[in-house]
């Protein structure tokens, strides 16, 4: 925590650094370089800012030390699963954790004083550049659905193996998806908070008409991990706005299943149903050679990049279906083959605590009607999303969707002092 003012006020370094995380945060919408190096320029100023008079405090938040570990416990698994060259794409990966750190201390509560409002301002381009992305989305969607209706074939079965992916392009639908879950949370927030200022009928319209947009864009984006985390994140919202609507949600969740063409009818019954589909049929061959890796290797794992190169001699059958096997689609079950179960538990450690530290924000004593704890409350309700997403696709893997968690993560940490609504 900033203890005096030299550590607190931003320097003309530090307001590069926090700028250009937060054009990342919007750019890797749209582009995972884009992100990539407007994070690197923030990397950058935020260093050179640290070796320069007054010197800001390097701060960290309490989840870096199982983060550390993780970290540390991937370099072992490289180490002890050769060849070494197969795993380096993860050290690359590593790099966008630098987020927590940068953003933590760049983005601080200092930046709410600021006449820019630099947050507020972020979180208008995220949501924004996210519907814009929902719409290309749409349209993506009505190309397909024309596409293979004037082939006279059958829609659902073609669209699985294709199907949007906003500005991802084609073949990064878990990505948009992923993506989409998060900015819905983050709006959700924001219109269910209690703030302090009025706030404009047109800003409340605009904000309910994106999150729209943003939803059918989900929907459509056919991916169900994605849906049940953002039905139990909006679960969480409601609990802390109005709990006596959450019986409603399945109501509305409901009446939504038949008010619904035929095509998503079909995708939410195959939750429950045990149909014989290429995704379920492919993730029941991931899971058994998940698990067949982790009882041969439980302590490193096959190796961060391993999965891709070792899952023939795991997979379970001659026959699999068609898909793409170079991860398990589970964030657990992937981290425990690849890296062994202690990397497994430092895993769940770090999501654990990024729960915890996010709802204490929005909880505290600090988070009144004139404070900005709908942001720690929107990091929350995004974090149960993203974890339970996490159940049925390798999105810790994925730098498009990790990178914009993580920066809905330092906003909400941003809240941790007491300061004047953005």
């Not at 953002?230 to 939504?256: C, D, E, N």
């Amino acid at each position: 925590m900033p203890a005096g003012e030299n550590s607190t006020t931003p320097t003309r370094l530090t307001e590069v650094a926090a700028v250009s995380l937060a054009a990342g945060a919007a750019a890797v919408l749209f582009s995972i370089a884009g992100g990539e190096i407007l994070l690197g320029i923030a990397l950058a100023c935020y260093l050179l800012a640290y070796g320069r008079a007054p010197r800001p405090r390097f701060e960290w938040p309490s989840i870096w030390i199982p983060l550390a570990l993780y970290m540390v416990w991937t370099i072992l698994s490289m180490l002890f699963s050769p060849p070494m060259a197969h795993h380096f794409p993860q050290i690359k990966k590593m790099y966008v954790l630098a987020i927590l750190p940068v953003g933590y201390a760049a983005l601080g509560p200092a930046w709410f004083r600021e006449p820019r409002a630099l947050a507020r301002w972020t979180v208008r381009a995220v949501v924004t550049t996210a519907f814009l992305s929902s719409l290309a989305g749409i349209v993506q969607f009505v190309q397909k659905y024309r596409h293979w209706q004037a082939k006279h074939q059958d829609f659902y079965d073609n669209y699985q193996l294709d199907r949007i992916g906003g500005f991802n392009g084609a073949g990064h639908w878990m990505a948009f998806s992923g993506q989409m879950m998060l900015v819905l949370m983050l709006a959700g927030a924001f219109l269910l908070a209690k703030h302090a200022r009025p706030r404009a009928k047109w800003e409340i319209a605009m904000a309910v008409f994106f999150a729209a947009v943003i939803s059918v864009g989900l929907l459509l984006s056919f991916t169900r991990g994605a849906w049940l985390g953002a039905a139990l994140g909006t679960a969480y919202l409601l609990w802390h706005y109005k709990r006596m609507l959450i019986p409603v949600l399945p109501l509305v969740a409901l009446g939504g299943y038949f008010a619904a063409p035929d095509f998503l009818q079909e995708r939410a019954r195959s939750i429950l149903e045990n149909r014989a589909d290429y995704s379920a049929g492919a993730r029941r061959v991931m899971y058994r050679a998940g698990w067949s890796m982790i009882k041969a290797h439980p302590v490193f794992g096959v190796g961060p990049e391993g999965v891709q190169y070792e899952f023939d001699r795991y997979k379970p059958d001659a026959y699999i279906p068609l898909a793409w096997y170079g991860h398990l689609h589970s964030d657990y079950l992937q981290t425990a083959a690849s890296r062994g179960l202690p990397a497994l538990a430092f895993l769940l450690w770090f999501f654990a605590l990024a729960i915890r530290d996010q709802h204490r924000l929005a909880s505290g004593p600090t988070s009144n009607a004139a404070s900005n704890a709908w942001l720690a409350r929107g990091a929350t309700a995004a974090t149960i999303a993203y974890y339970v997403e996490g159940a049925f696709e390798y999105n810790f893997g994925g730098s498009q969707v990790v990178m914009l968690w993580l920066f809905l993560l330092v906003l909400g940490y941003a809240a941790r002092t007491e300061s004047p609504e953005c």
